[in-house]
């Protein structure tokens, strides 16, 4: 009987592993989404899907995966943008990646530059950031089709949708503030002011609060989400002195809800703020060179972070305060997404 037992269990692990969450990381350099496994720790797949691959989500129903794919060249700190090569526009996209293939399946129309975007709650439309012409695009999955269009501040990157659908959020890096839209009448309905430069933002579980995590302001801006006007900040520093000190880039929120996980960019730090007291309780340095994207574990334990610069993606495990795996992607990692 010791070997149909050994079989079992052999069929019980495959299986395991099968229905195991994965990470996905969008690429920038290399145009793929890179799928690891976060228990082996180590890369199972490399998915062609287009130009500078940046924004990354799984879809609600957790069947695809969503990336943002630009034509636009890529700038960056200190790069003359007048002597870039033109865009192609045709490489402008949200790539659909089908889970189970592991296969790009189509690409959907976007808007010109999409750089992050966010979901609706029920799966059917995406709200996307595009960059270089100051809009949102409301794209409805099913047809694959622009929608409408809404006028938000200049250099729009992070997108985020409130839990009931209302509202979608997006920050202006050019304008330092949060443009606030109705999704009902695509347009916008209040802006808000951040610190300089805002990267992402993320909605208190009860959605009456929201934070702004603001790149060159080293901190995060507090906004109430019911009068729509800043509550103050929360400055964001490192332990180990960096040159250009912590950059707040991506943030998560803890399963409970009470604490906000930042990742911070040329800092090379994951943030931990108390979101009752608004203040920075921990940092835990030296995840990655550029940690930007930033995902949490299902059981709330593990914070995964995307290092475009040490070209890896980290997973930091928040009681001890340690890097427990590091796992070499090479290329640009930008974002990350974990399946259901």
Not at 317 to 339: F, I
Request: charged fraction near 20%; proline fraction near 6%.
């Amino acid at each position: 009987m010791a070997k149909p037992c050994l079989l079992l269990l052999v069929l019980f692990a495959a299986c395991h592993r099968a229905h195991s969450p994965l990470l996905y990381v969008s690429d920038e350099d290399k145009g793929a989404v890179v799928v690891v496994d976060p228990v082996r720790a180590k890369v199972v797949q490399r998915i062609p899907v287009g130009k500078r691959p940046r924004g990354i989500q799984v879809s609600r129903d957790g069947k695809s995966v969503y990336v943002a794919l630009s034509g636009s060249p890529r700038g960056g700190p200190n790069v003359d943008e007048s002597k870039l090569p033109p865009g192609d526009r045709s490489a402008d996209g949200i790539g659909v990646v089908d889970v189970a293939s592991g296969r790009l399946v189509r690409t959907i129309e976007s808007g010109q530059d999409p750089e992050a975007f966010d979901q609706s709650p029920d799966g059917k439309t995406l709200y996307v950031s595009n960059e270089e012409t100051a809009e949102l695009s409301f794209v409805d999955v099913a047809s694959g089709k622009i929608r409408g269009r809404a006028a938000v501040g200049h250099e729009p990157e992070g997108v985020t949708v409130s839990t009931d659908g209302s509202i979608v959020l997006v920050t202006s890096e050019a304008d330092s503030d949060v443009t606030v839209v109705d999704t009902r009448t695509l347009a916008a309905i209040a802006h808000v002011p951040t610190g300089p430069r805002p990267r992402s933002v993320v909605f208190s579980r009860d959605g009456k609060t929201c934070y702004a995590m603001d790149e060159a302001g080293h901190m995060v801006t507090v906004i109430d989400a019911v009068a729509w006007k800043a509550l103050g900040n929360v400055v964001v520093s490192t332990n180990s002195p960096m040159f250009m000190g912590a950059r707040p880039m991506g943030g998560v929120l803890s399963l409970d809800g009470t604490q906000l996980y930042v990742s911070t960019g040329r800092g090379g730090s994951l943030s931990i703020i108390d979101l009752a007291t608004r203040k920075q309780v921990r940092s835990i340095d030296g995840v990655g060179d550029r940690p930007w994207g930033i995902a949490l574990s299902a059981d709330g334990k593990t914070v995964y972070t995307a290092n475009g610069t040490s070209h890896d993606l980290t997973m930091t495990d928040l009681q001890s305060g340690n890097v427990v795996h590091r796992v070499a992607l090479g290329g640009l990692p930008w974002g990350v997404a974990l399946s259901k």
